[in-house]
């Protein structure tokens, strides 16, 4: 979510791992709900993920494991059911793991243009290089969701605002560095992995946000690729 305010000027916009992945990042608690004892049907894997008895039979200690999980996340509703949208979350874990310290092995993000920040959408992962070297990352970040899809493409951070209140949805965006229109890196307070996604803004924990606002600068270029899984 973003809007943008230059030169006196409103101009209204749509709104984000360090290796290793730490799955530590706070959430927004979900409701507490009632525990489900259905059996989903991504129950192994998900059971696999918890480190659980991997038996594909819903128990009690089951359910409060996912539970907690969903709640830690955002994920609803929060009833403890190994479904769909539980195991995509996991499985998109599992993948942003397994890149460990070289996201750009296949080089998709340019490595001609000097410090770069890139940003994959299929894994919703980002990083910041210098040529074919790896300056910061690889983080987990939200993009947009469906309708409101993070832009693909080669582009430069025209305008930053450190303190910067969207107009448009009236909430902070911290450490914010617009790249296309509306579209900025900037911190919230959610999961990285909290769904469906942000407005088309890098969304970002407040770590992250910070060290990218350090390292970046007005000029750099960021590039952007891929495609966010649901969208």
């Not at 991504?42 to 918890?50: A, H, N, P, S």
């Not at 080669?154 to 969207?166: A, E, G, N, Q, T």
């Not at 617009?178 to 999961?191: L, T, Y």
């Amino acid at each position: 979510m973003g809007d943008i305010r230059r030169r006196g000027a409103v101009a209204l916009g749509i709104t984000g791992l360090v290796a290793p992945l730490t799955l530590a990042l706070g959430a927004t608690p979900a409701q507490a709900a009632s525990c489900t004892t259905q059996t989903g049907p991504y129950q192994k894997q998900v059971e696999k993920f918890l480190g659980r008895p991997v038996d594909g039979r819903q128990s009690a200690a089951d359910c409060t494991a996912i539970q907690a999980f969903q709640t830690k996340h955002g994920i609803t509703p929060n009833i403890g059911y190994a479904g769909p949208v539980t195991w995509g979350v996991m499985d998109l874990m599992n993948k942003q793991k397994a890149v460990g310290s070289n996201p750009n092995r296949d080089g998709t993000c340019p490595v001609n243009k000097g410090r770069i920040a890139c940003v994959n959408l299929t894994l919703q992962l980002s990083w910041i290089q210098d040529g074919s070297r790896l300056v910061y990352g690889p983080v987990p970040v939200r993009t947009g969701r469906d309708g409101y899809e993070t832009r693909t493409g080669l582009k430069k951070i025209y305008w930053r605002d450190i303190d910067h209140v969207s107009t448009i949805y009236n909430v902070p965006m911290p450490y914010s560095q617009f790249f296309d229109g509306g579209q900025a890196f900037h911190s919230v307070g959610v999961s990285m992995w909290n769904p469906p996604g942000s407005h088309g803004c890098v969304n970002m924990t407040t770590a992250t946000a910070q060290k990218y606002w350090s390292l970046l600068k007005t000029g750099d270029d960021v590039f952007v690729y891929g495609r966010k899984p649901g969208t």
